[in-house]
């Protein structure tokens, strides 16, 4: 019984690989057909998904409109109804710019991903300083660690490994090429611990859920009481790295800018929440001026706080 238990296991191992290397072989010929690709065909085809995904599938369509009508209570239905639509047009737009960015040109990315206010980067650069940049899920996300190649520091982004462990590798890989360095969530402490020579400017993901809400930071946030993750602060505050946020703006379709915010010179001095809690009135502000354009599709309010949990107002 033991070796029949013991070879079932290998038996699923294998084929558990063999899953996932086919997985990788569909996504990387996938990757390569948009590399010929232009952006006139990517979005004629993101019609088409945006048709799918809100027609046809309706991709968390409940959880969409759940979210815009808690988060906006002012709003008609058809108000709701409208951004709700425009949303999926972003998120259609996104998928595929996502996947475009794999075989991109430097001057393609250049020009359609623009960095217009970095003086502050520049500024820590000059002083010898590493920082943190948080982002959010808004705008094109995807394109942010990669885009951001002309700031001076050394760019690294720190990531959830992917379950695929072949397309995880050709994800590292594809960013690795425009110095980009993808960094393991698993490995955020000994990361930030370690010497470089040259200073270094840490991305950051801050705007998504927590998966310990006892250690969560409670913040009022879009009309909720909403759990934000303690690690960007916690790391911030260890090491004293200045923190920035890394404002993303559509110009219009295929055609970002981005622009560098202060959040904080010297973390250490801030109250215990007091810079998560900023970062989150930040991000409320400019969801608050294109609304679509956050990841309204996430289950961004399924926790509530514990009764032991801290909460800010």
Request: charge should be neutral; glycine fraction near 4%; avoid cysteine.
């Given at each position: 019984m033991y070796v029949c238990i013991k070879y079932f296991r290998i038996f699923v191992k294998i084929d558990s690989f063999v899953k996932s290397y086919?997985?990788?072989?569909?996504?990387?010929?996938?990757?390569?057909?948009?590399?010929?690709?232009?952006?006139?065909?990517?979005?004629?085809?993101?019609?088409?998904?945006?048709?799918?995904?809100y027609k046809v599938i309706g991709y968390r369509k409940k959880v969409v409109f759940n979210n815009l009508r808690s988060a906006f209570p002012e709003k008609s239905e058809k108000e709701i109804e409208f951004l709700a639509k425009k949303f999926y047009k972003h998120l259609s737009d996104i998928t595929l710019e996502g996947i475009k960015a794999f075989?991109?040109?430097?001057?393609?990315?250049?020009?359609?991903?623009?960095?217009?206010?970095?003086?502050?980067?520049?500024?820590?650069?000059?002083?010898?300083?590493?920082?943190?940049a948080l982002a959010a899920h808004y705008?094109?996300?995807?394109?942010?660690?990669?885009?951001?190649?002309?700031?001076?520091?050394?760019?690294?982004?720190?990531?959830k490994p992917l379950k695929n462990i072949y397309i995880d590798k050709y994800a590292r890989a594809s960013?690795?090429?425009?110095?980009?360095?993808?960094?393991?969530?698993?490995?955020t402490y000994e990361f930030f611990k370690e010497e470089h020579p040259r200073p270094r400017i840490v991305f950051m993901l801050a705007d998504q859920s927590s998966h310990k809400r006892q250690q969560a930071y409670w913040i009022d946030f879009l009309n909720h009481k909403t759990d934000f993750l303690h690690g960007p602060e916690k790391y911030a505050k260890l090491f004293n790295f200045p923190v920035v946020y890394a404002y993303v703006t559509r110009v219009k379709r295929g055609f970002y800018e981005v622009r560098f915010l202060n959040v904080t010179d010297?973390?250490?001095?801030?109250?215990?929440?007091?810079?998560?809690?900023?970062?989150?009135?930040?991000?409320?502000?400019?969801?608050?001026?294109?609304?679509?354009?956050?990841l309204w599709s996430h289950k961004r309010w399924k926790h509530s706080p514990p009764t032991e949990a801290q909460s800010v107002s």
């Open positions: 086919i997985g990788y072989v569909f996504f990387k010929l996938t990757a390569l057909s948009f590399k010929l690709m232009p952006f006139s065909i990517l979005y004629f085809y993101s019609d088409i998904l945006y048709f799918l995904l075989t991109m040109s430097k001057k393609q990315m250049l020009a359609r991903f623009k960095i217009v206010e970095d003086e502050i980067v520049q500024n820590y650069y000059a002083e010898g300083k590493s920082i943190i705008s094109n996300w995807e394109w942010g660690g990669i885009g951001a190649q002309v700031i001076p520091h050394e760019l690294f982004t720190l990531y960013r690795s090429v425009w110095g980009a360095n993808m960094i393991s969530i698993k490995k010297n973390p250490k001095d801030l109250p215990e929440t007091e810079l998560t809690k900023e970062f989150a009135r930040i991000l409320e502000t400019y969801i608050k001026q294109d609304q679509s354009q956050w």
